[in-house]
């Protein structure tokens, strides 16, 4: 057995609704050409009532035990990274928690600091796993959101949903962090927030693209200083993906600080080159879903290594993890060398040949009609339940002040016009 720690397994969902960004530039009066050049996307993923954060990481769990043939037993750590957290109190992770059946014996919370939430998950559960004698036990973590901005902001191309789950243990044959002096990040900004009362994030796009290269150029040039790795050390340099062009942003930037470090002699063969070699691979998946916030760089390891396959076996990664608020960190780590250990498990494939275009009257009833299952009774947004790509639990609505999840196949029940409340389950 392996003594140090890391990913074991990797599984994704993606919302089974898609809305290409031409169609939404054309509804909004605005050139495609800003969407699908500016910005860098092509589609971006839409999710109905019934797909919340709580039912996206259910499901992403739920094929990481199924596809992975995980015992649940051993899984006594769960934590979710999410800035779309359902309630103040109770966090997503205790509903993830008691939909999986899991025991009783396990620890269950929530992390959230914007985008970067998933990381700081990922982090308390490496350290976790290191400190604790018992090589069996597994911790869960789960990255889940919804990006959502108001209808005809700037942000609105760049919305999407997912959640990615991770499982850590001892037996980390898909992925490892390399061991070297953490190089983080904290200054507080305000360059995107999201108040309680409200469904959309707020932004200051602009100045959150400034936030994020400063953050980048501060952890990168640490990164390097404390673990004496060089620029082609890395076969891929991976990025927290809003928009696929902000990556594109953040390796201009990693590119100009290495060329200015170098003499002419050793200089970095053309950007353009560089950046189809190193970044791009990773970003497909992006283009596709939109911004999945804390799932986003994980997106790509699991888009990586699902479309690599054997060849990125082994490989080493630079990884770009920010938040807005805002909190950062720039690490490194290898994939594993075996690549029969994820072969047809991460699923974004499957996922996205499973969607379905939908037009911009279409995306606009799914908005309102996930408006209204957060005031709503279960019956309201019925019609909605079954149009999904869920298996394991749908939301259903809001009920005497508690959200209330129920079996796809009683959603599905309900659409077809049997209105009735007897087996909706309500999980206070
Ligand atoms: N054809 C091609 N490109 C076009 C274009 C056209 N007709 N019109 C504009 N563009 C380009 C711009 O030149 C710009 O590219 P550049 O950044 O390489 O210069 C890009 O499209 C965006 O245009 P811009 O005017 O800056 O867009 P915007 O003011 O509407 O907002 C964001 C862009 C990213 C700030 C906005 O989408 C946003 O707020 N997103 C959410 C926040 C976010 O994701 N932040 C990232 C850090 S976490």
Redesign the pocket.
């Known amino acids: 057995m392996k003594s140090s720690v890391g990913l074991e397994a990797l599984s994704v969902y993606v919302p089974r609704h898609f809305l290409e960004l031409k169609t939404l530039a054309q509804a909004n009066g605005?050139?495609?050409?800003?969407?699908?050049?500016?910005?860098g996307g092509r589609r971006i993923a839409i999710p109905t009532p019934a797909e919340d954060a709580v039912s996206m990481a259910v499901e992403a769990a739920a094929r990481l035990i199924e596809n992975y043939d995980v015992q649940k037993s051993n899984i006594s750590l769960v934590i979710v990274g999410t800035e779309s957290g359902v309630d103040a109190a109770k966090p997503i992770a205790a509903y993830v928690h008691g939909h999986l059946g899991l025991s009783n014996h396990c620890r269950a919370f929530d992390t959230t600091h914007?985008?970067y939430g998933g990381t700081a998950a990922l982090r308390m559960a490496l350290a976790w796993a290191t400190a604790n004698p018992r090589l069996d036990q597994k911790a869960l973590v789960i990255c889940t959101d919804i990006a959502r901005?108001d209808m005809l902001?700037?942000?609105?191309?760049?919305q999407g949903a997912g959640a990615v789950a991770m499982l850590i243990g001892h037996e980390p044959e898909l992925f490892t962090l390399d061991p070297y002096p953490e190089s983080v990040y904290t200054r507080e900004v305000m360059?995107?927030w999201r108040p309680q009362y409200r469904q959309s994030?707020l932004?200051?796009?602009?100045l959150?693209?400034d936030?994020?290269l400063s953050a980048l150029e501060s952890t990168y040039r640490a990164h390097l200083a404390q673990s004496g790795l060089r620029w082609e050390d890395f076969d891929y340099l991976l990025f927290?993906v809003?928009?696929p062009?902000?990556a594109?942003?953040g390796f201009c930037k990693l590119y100009e600080i290495e060329q200015s470090q170098r003499s002419p002699a050793r200089a970095l063969p053309p950007l353009e080159s560089e950046f189809q070699k190193r970044t791009q691979p990773a970003l497909v998946v992006h283009a596709e879903v939109g911004?999945s916030y804390t799932g986003s760089l994980y997106l790509s390891l699991a888009s990586l290594m699902e479309s690599g396959d054997s060849d990125v076996a082994g490989l080493r990664l630079g990884l770009f993890s920010?938040g807005?608020g805002s909190c950062a960190e720039y690490f490194s780590g290898q994939i594993g060398a075996d690549a029969a250990a994820w072969r047809g498990k991460i699923g974004i494939s499957r996922a996205l040949s499973e969607r379905v275009e939908i037009d911009h009257p279409t995306y606009r009833d799914l908005r309102r009609a996930s408006e209204v299952a957060l005031r709503g009774a279960p019956e309201d947004v019925a019609e909605h339940r079954s149009t999904h790509n869920l298996k394991h639990i749908a939301f259903y609505g809001i009920r005497d002040d508690q959200r209330v999840y129920g079996p796809v196949s009683e959603a599905a029940r309900l659409t077809s016009g049997e209105r009735t409340n007897e087996k909706t389950s309500g999980r206070a």
């Open positions: 605005v050139d495609p050409a800003k969407y699908l050049f500016g910005l914007a985008c901005y902001s700037p942000g609105e191309p760049t360059d995107f994030a932004v200051h796009g602009h959150s693209i936030c994020y927290h809003p928009f062009k902000m594109y942003k911004n920010y807005s």
